[in-house]
């Protein structure tokens, strides 16, 4: 599953607010909101965010297996 927890560092360590996405940047709250629930997002989204954080995709998603093993 792909979780967007690195994202909200990022945006904490570049000092950029969700107030601020929405308003400077076109990030729709619903974006946002499926970006906190971990649902899925378009890579446009994701594209805009590197960009505007002048990071990588690393920095923002990660993979992580939900596959449980015994």
């Not at 909200?8 to 729709?28: M, P, V």
């Not at 997002?41 to 920095?59: A, E, G, K, Q, R």
């Given at each position: 599953?792909?979780?967007?927890?690195?994202?909200?560092?990022?945006?904490?360590?570049?000092?950029?607010?969700?107030?601020?996405?929405?308003?400077?940047?076109?990030?729709?709250?619903?974006?946002?909101?499926?970006?906190?629930?971990?649902?899925?997002v378009?890579?446009?989204?994701?594209?805009?965010?590197?960009?505007?954080?002048?990071?990588?995709?690393?920095?923002?998603?990660?993979?992580?297996?939900?596959v449980?093993?015994?």
């Amino acid at each position: 599953m792909i979780v967007f927890d690195k994202l909200w560092e990022t945006l904490q360590e570049k000092g950029i607010s969700q107030y601020k996405l929405i308003n400077e940047y076109g990030i729709s709250a619903g974006q946002l909101s499926r970006l906190r629930s971990n649902a899925n997002v378009n890579t446009h989204t994701i594209d805009v965010l590197c960009t505007v954080l002048n990071c990588d995709v690393s920095d923002v998603m990660e993979h992580v297996s939900d596959v449980i093993t015994d």
